[in-house]
Structures are given as structure tokens and as C-alpha cells.
């Protein structure tokens, strides 16, 4: 399994960006997908997830990306997007696409690093 994430780059407080995962290599039906990210010094972090088949998605509970993130993907293409919003300079980090078969996150990019400019 392969996951490639892309779409990272410079952008300014209150600012858009959508992140993308391309996803080979499985038949990813029954599986979840997710987005984490991890900022310089800091601990890696759950953001949200989605399930493949039926599209449902959970997300985290932190007040720090709630309501601010949403992940979808497009079974044509094998892709995840995490589409952010109203961006922080807090949330400069480097994010990353996951993909678990069952329950564990078996399958992890390398990431993309966002960079959020005040």
C-alpha cells in the first residue's frame, strides 16, 4: 500500500488549503482513512478519519481543528482530501495521510508540510 499526500505549501491566517492523499495498491473497501499531523516539537495528532465504503467520518474532539477540518475521498480515484478552513498559525505542521485495514493505522505517507503565516 501506497499513500502519497500533496497539496501542502505557504499560506496566510484565515486562509483555505485542501490536502490530498492518493491511495494505490489495496482494495480499500472496509478500510478507514485518516489525516494526522505533527508540528515541530509536538506529539502527532489525530484530525479526522473517514471509512472507505460507507463515507462516514469521525473527527477529533479538539477545539483546536473542530469544525474547521472535514475529510472526504473519491473512490474514482482512490484519493482523501482534508479540506482546512479559517487556518491558524498554530496549525503549521506537517500532516499526513493513514490507511488501516481494520483498527490499527497500518499504512502511512510522508507527509506534507503546511506552513500558516500570521
Known amino acids: 500500500v501506497q499513500l502519497q499526500a500533496s497539496g501542502g505549501g505557504l499560506v496566510q491566517a484565515g486562509g483555505s488549503l485542501r490536502l490530498s492523499c492518493a491511495a494505490s495498491?489495496?482494495?480499500?473497501?472496509?478500510?478507514?482513512m485518516g489525516w494526522f499531523r505533527q508540528a515541530p516539537g509536538k506529539e502527532r495528532e489525530f484530525l479526522g478519519k473517514i471509512f472507505w465504503s460507507s463515507g462516514v467520518t469521525y473527527y477529533s474532539d479538539s477545539d483546536s481543528v473542530k469544525g474547521r477540518f472535514t475529510v472526504s475521498r473519491d473512490k474514482e480515484t482512490n484519493t482523501v482530501y482534508l479540506l482546512m478552513n479559517s487556518l491558524r498559525p498554530e496549525d503549521t505542521a506537517v500532516y499526513f495521510c493513514a490507511a488501516a485495514p481494520s483498527r490499527t493505522m497500518d499504512y502511512w505517507g510522508k507527509g506534507t508540510l503546511v506552513t500558516v503565516s500570521s
Open positions: 495498491g489495496a482494495t480499500f473497501s472496509g478500510w478507514h
